[in-house]
């Protein structure tokens, strides 16, 4: 079933942009209503605007994050700017130096200089953002131009969407002080022992993550998918085309036709590069032992001469925009990469890479690996 992989791949389905899935979504709302919500623990929002699956992930990860972002302060701006919108109302038009203003109010505990160009360059990645999920329309203008002038107006619409953004919460936010009070929030008075809570764990993580571990605070979820791994991958096949791979000590949900999704590896080269350094990482990984959880350790300088030596051979295969920068470059932004999306966990000058990097790998053609 195509329309809960779009609910899943995308942030919402706005019916302006695809109506024709706006209704076939709606056509078969109970059944997936039925599922998510009993298998998942999701709520699917529908307004006349949109339709969004509400996706909570079992474990917070470091690629959930917004990737444009980057820093602290542009989510503080887009809450701002949410905030903006819920006095306007749909289709009303605004000009840019109103945000600014109702911004530089907001922000109480320091001061905004909206004459630094870092700065302008965070709002401008926060309501680039904002366009290009739907929340915001530019009617005139260009909101690149206010990097470079301060005084530049730009002519925005609200759409209506904004509201239904941030997820919906069963207690007061405002009691919630650290990431784990979000967490423990998303069962909201329900011991998350329980069978119900376990099973909704187990999917989300199938669901959201790159993979499920056998690690040493999970044992009970990872011994729950085992024992009910087939009737899992039957409510999955009921709606994704995909299967379960189960090994030892990690688990995967594997879609058939993931290059027609949002998901990784994307049609891009950063992955393309990811996929060579799992590949490389398998060559170094040889016969070597592993570590408990079937986890291969190795210093951090190792690691790095490792991923120094694969961007060394593949350099000259990628496009023009990665050739332009130093292999040290690009070897430090593949080893951000691969950390965001956990694949690699660092603690005190150690890498652990995960199981999850024998399991996919590429090559370039006309690419000697041995190079």
Known sequence: MKE?????????????????????????LKILRNFVQEKLGYQIIVSPLMIKLEKLPAKAEPWMGIQEFQSIKEYQMLCFVLMF?????????????????????????????????????????VLKFCVDMGMLV?????????SKDVE?????????????????????VLRLNQPRDFHDSTWFDVDETSGIVRRQRVYRRLLLSPGVYRENDALEDF?????????????????????????????????EDYKKSSYFPKTQAKDEVLL?????????????????????????????????????????????????????LLSNEAIEHLINYGFVVVENEIVKIQPIVAKIGGSYEGVDDNE
């Open 276 to 328: 060579c350094i799992c590949k490389a990482i398998q060559e170094y990984a040889g016969e070597q032992v592993l570590a408990e959880h079937e986890i291969l350790s190795l210093s951090f300088k190792d690691f790095e001469h490792l991923v120094f030596q694969c961007i060394t051979r593949i350099i000259k295969a990628l496009p023009k925009t990665y050739r332009d920068k130093t292999v040290s």
């Open 138 to 146: 530019v009617n005139d203008g260009d909101g690149e131009l206010f």
């Open 152 to 172: 530049i107006e730009v002519l925005y619409e609200n759409t209506g969407i904004s509201r239904y953004f941030l997820r919906n919460f069963f207690s007061d």
């Open 223 to 255: 011994a729950y998918l085992r024992n009910k791994r087939n009737q899992i991958e039957r409510d999955f096949q009921s709606f994704l085309p995909c299967e379960i791979h189960l090994h030892k000590s990690s688990a995967y949900l594997v879609l």
């Open 4 to 28: 809960l992989q779009s609910l899943i791949a995308k942030q919402w389905i706005i019916k302006a942009d695809d109506p024709e899935l706006y209704y076939k979504i709606k056509d078969q």
């Open 85 to 125: 919108l819920e006095d306007k109302e749909n289709e009303q038009q605004f000009v840019l130096s109103e945000i600014t203003e109702f911004i530089l109010v907001q922000f109480q505990d320091e001061s905004i200089d909206w004459t630094k160009f870092t700065t302008r360059k965070q709002l401008i990645r």
